[in-house]
Nanobody, 124 residues
Framework: QVQLVESGGGLVQAGGSLRLSCAAS????????MGWFRQAPGKEREFVAA????????AYADSVKGRFTISRDNAKNTAYLQMNSLKPEDTAVYSC?????????????????WGQGTQVTVSS
């Protein structure tokens, strides 16, 4: 079992930055691939970024590539999503998720464990 807790969301102006954190419980964090997803009102949950167990492989949605960076610190059992140059269309609830094995961009249904989500609102 892995429990995930996100933090770092909030309200920011367009062009600003936020860093989301995803703290994981358990001693097996380093064996899981991690992903970030987001869901805006009235829309389906969509893939944002993913990282493999070591941090050596990452993948991004085209809409965030070059602006967002996913990383992890296995010693701290934490994954991060650094979000720069934020746009109003980035407004959503952002959730982190964990899964065995890494497959780059993938569907939410392939992830086993989920956090509760954190709201990110970008004003224009």
């Amino acid at each position: 079992q892995v429990q995930l807790v996100e933090s770092g969301g909030g309200l920011v102006q367009a062009g600003g930055s936020l860093r989301l954190s995803c703290a994981a419980s358990g001693r097996t964090f380093s064996t899981y691939a991690m992903g970030w997803f987001r869901q805006a009102p009235g829309k389906e949950r969509e893939f944002v970024a993913a990282i493999n167990w070591s941090g050596g492989s990452t993948a991004y949605a085209d809409s965030v590539k070059g602006r967002f960076t996913i990383s992890r610190d296995n010693a701290k059992n934490t994954a991060y999503l650094q979000m720069n140059s934020l746009k109003p269309e980035d407004t959503a609830v952002y959730s982190c998720a964990a899964r065995r094995g890494y497959s780059g961009r993938d569907r939410p249904s392939t992830y086993e464990y989920w956090g509760q989500g954190t709201q990110v609102t970008v004003s224009s």
